[in-house]
């Protein structure tokens, strides 16, 4: 099974950047997945992660150790539509996702 | 291209009662999931299936059931409803390993059983 840990919440200002960092602890890693989930809706695909190293995608950023078992999710120049929760997601060899709680981010103004 | 529906958007419910959330998806994804999202706990699996034809058991597969009679529809039945199913239950699909692999949810269902 997996265990997947990330911060409750956090919050930042406009323009800032934020990182939020998961760790896990699998016994069979077939890649890692950030998803974002605005209140009320279904979460939406952001990013995957199956070798270390970082990937970028425009303002979104995901970054992978697998001898660490850690990822972080880094958002830059936030906005206000940034403010949702980012589920921290593990596959594991049968292609099944355990999620994390997830991470509610907060942008001021 | 819809995506994946499910139905009903919101329902209210008698314990004991019993209930079928539906979902279909139009993508000719092979692999269909259920999951239920409580506050706290995040997204936990009930139940999925890699193909048409198969269904596994997830985390949290007691008092449920599922079927998978072709790709398109992936129904999840609660045979007699507990308070505790109480939950926003969200449906997903992917094809394929790698970020083919990707889940995709529906727009979810909100349950509450009184």
């Known amino acids: 099974g997996q265990n997947i840990d990330q911060p409750t919440e956090m919050t930042a200002t406009e323009g800032a950047i934020v990182q939020i960092n998961c760790t896990y602890q699998?016994?069979?890693?077939?890649?890692l997945f950030w998803y974002q989930q605005h209140a009320g809706e279904a979460p939406t695909f952001l990013s995957y992660?199956?070798?270390?190293g970082l990937e970028e995608k425009g303002r979104f950023s995901s970054f992978l150790s697998r001898s660490k078992g850690y990822s972080y999710l880094l958002l830059k120049e936030l906005q206000m539509k940034d403010s949702a929760s980012y589920l921290c997601?593990?596959?594991?060899?049968?292609?099944?996702?355990?999620f994390g709680a997830g991470t509610t981010v907060t942008v001021r103004a | 291209i819809a995506g994946i529906t499910q139905a009903p958007t919101s329902q209210i419910l008698a314990a004991g009662r019993r209930m079928t959330l539906r979902c279909t998806q139009d993508?000719?994804?092979?692999?269909m999931y259920w999951y239920r999202q409580d506050l706290g706990l995040g997204l936990r699996l009930i139940h999925y299936?890699?193909?048409?034809?198969?269904?596994g058991k997830g985390e949290v597969p007691d008092g449920y059931s599922v079927s998978r009679a072709n790709t398109d529809d992936f129904p999840l039945t609660l045979a007699s409803a507990v308070p505790s199913q109480t939950s926003v239950y969200f449906c997903?699909?992917?094809?394929?390993?790698?970020?083919?692999?990707?889940?995709?949810f529906g727009p979810g269902t909100r349950l509450t059983v009184l």
């Open positions: 299936s890699n193909t048409a034809g198969t269904t």
């Open positions: 997601a593990v596959r594991d060899s049968d292609y099944k996702l355990s």
């Open positions: 992660n199956v070798l270390d």
């Open positions: 993508m000719r994804h092979n692999a």
């Open positions: 997903a699909s992917s094809d394929g390993a790698g970020e083919g692999g990707t889940q995709y």
């Open positions: 699998t016994s069979g890693f077939n890649g």
